[in-house]
C-alpha cells in the first residue's frame, strides 16, 4: 500500500479523500488542512464518506512530510496563492513523495513552464526523489487525452474543438467565481482569468500538448471574449444574489492556429444563470458538460457530464479531475523520478475498483 496524503479538503479535497480512500494500491495516511476549526476532525467527516477513517486532520506540515509519505495529493488552491502552493509542492517532492495535483497551470505543460517555476521543481525533484504530474479536468483530460483518443477515430482531421459549457451558480468558490472570473461585477470590471494573456497561460500548455502528439507545429496562439450583461438579478443557492446589469456569462477561445488557421480550439461558456446568452451554446441538460468535437470524417462529437456530491455538476467534474490524478499515483511512484505531463502518464482502466464503494 502506498501512504498518502490529500493536503487541502475543499471542492478538490473532499474528492481527493473519497478517491484515495477508494483505490486499492493506496492508504490514506494524513490530511492536511489551513483552517483551525477543521484540524482534529476526522477524513472521513471532511470528504463527506459518512463514518469515520481514523485519520484526524492536521496543520503541522512539517510533521506529515517528516515521516515521509511516498504520495501526496495537493488539493490546496493555486489561483490566487501561486507563489505559496509553488512551495508547499516543492516541499512535497523534497520529502520524497509523488505530488499531484491542479493548482499550478503552468505546470500542466511542464517543458514549455516559465523557468522561474519549473527550476526550483526540477531542484526539488533533483534533491528529494519526488516527482510531479499536475493535471485537472478542463485545464486536463477533457483538452488532452480525450480529445487526442477521439481524434485517433478519424479518418481526416480538419479541427479539433473542446468546450466547456458550465452553469456556475452551484460551484462553490465564490471568490473565483466573483473577483477571477467576473460573474457579479460590471462589465467594466476586469477579471484576472479573463486579462489578455492569461487564457493562454492557462489553457496554451493543453493546446501545446495536443499539437505535439498530433506531430504539428503551432504558428501562434490567439484569443477571442466575449461578455454578457444579466438582463435580471439572480439568486444562487450557494453564493447569493448576481444583480442585474453585472456580468452574467463568459465567452471566450483561445486558438491553436496551424497553417494559418484555428485547428486545434479550447474554448468555455460559462453562465451564473442559464437565462443569460441564451443564443450561445448549452449544455444538453442546461447544467454542464465537457465537449470533444473532431470536424473531419467522420464528424465526431463526444459530450461527458459528471455529477457528485448530489447531483452537482461542478462537483461531478472536480471528482473526474481527482480521478485522474489519484489514478496516476502508483504509475508514478513506480517511474523514475521527475517532472511528467498528460502525454507521459497513461489513463488507466480502474483496476481493482469495479464495485467497490466507499459510501
Known sequence: MI???????????????????????????????????????????????????????????????????RAVVYAASGDIRPDDALTDIGRAIRAGAVVVTPSLYPLY??????????????????????????????????????????????????????????????????????????????????PLMLAEGVPTMVWGGQLRLMARALGVELDEIRETLDRRALETTVTTRTMGAFEKGTQGAVRFEVQGFVGGEPRIVIEHITRIHASCAPDWPSPPDGVGAHRVVI??????????????????????????????????????????????????????PAVGRLGRRTA
Open 3 to 69: 501512504p498518502t496524503v490529500v493536503w487541502g479538503t475543499g471542492n478538490v479535497g473532499r474528492a481527493a479523500i473519497r478517491a484515495v480512500e477508494a483505490h486499492p494500491a493506496l492508504t490514506l495516511t494524513a490530511v492536511l488542512v489551513h483552517d483551525p476549526a477543521k484540524v482534529g476532525r476526522d477524513a472521513g467527516e471532511l470528504g463527506g464518506l459518512g463514518r469515520t477513517l481514523g485519520v484526524a486532520a492536521t496543520a503541522d506540515i512539517a510533521a506529515v512530510l517528516a515521516a515521509r509519505p
Open 109 to 190: 505543460d511542464q517543458r514549455n513552464a516559465p523557468p522561474e517555476l519549473r527550476d526550483p521543481l526540477v531542484a526539488a525533484v533533483a534533491e528529494g526523489g519526488g516527482s510531479l504530474f499536475v493535471s485537472g479536468v478542463d485545464p486536463g483530460w477533457g483538452n488532452d487525452v480525450l480529445p487526442l483518443l477521439v481524434s485517433g477515430l478519424g479518418t481526416e482531421v480538419d479541427a479539433i474543438r473542446c468546450q466547456e459549457i458550465f452553469d456556475y451558480s452551484t460551484y462553490e468558490q465564490e471568490d473565483s467565481v466573483r473577483h477571477l472570473i467576473g460573474m457579479g461585477h460590471p462589465l467594466e470590471y476586469q
Open 295 to 348: 470536424e473531419g470524417r467522420p464528424r465526431i462529437e463526444v459530450t461527458v457530464e459528471a455529477s457528485d456530491e448530489g447531483e452537482n455538476r461542478s462537483a461531478g467534474g472536480n471528482a473526474t479531475a481527482v480521478g485522474r490524478l489519484v489514478s496516476a499515483i502508483d504509475w508514478l511512484v513506480e517511474a523514475e523520478p521527475g517532472l511528467y505531463d498528460a502525454l507521459d502518464v497513461p489513463l488507466r
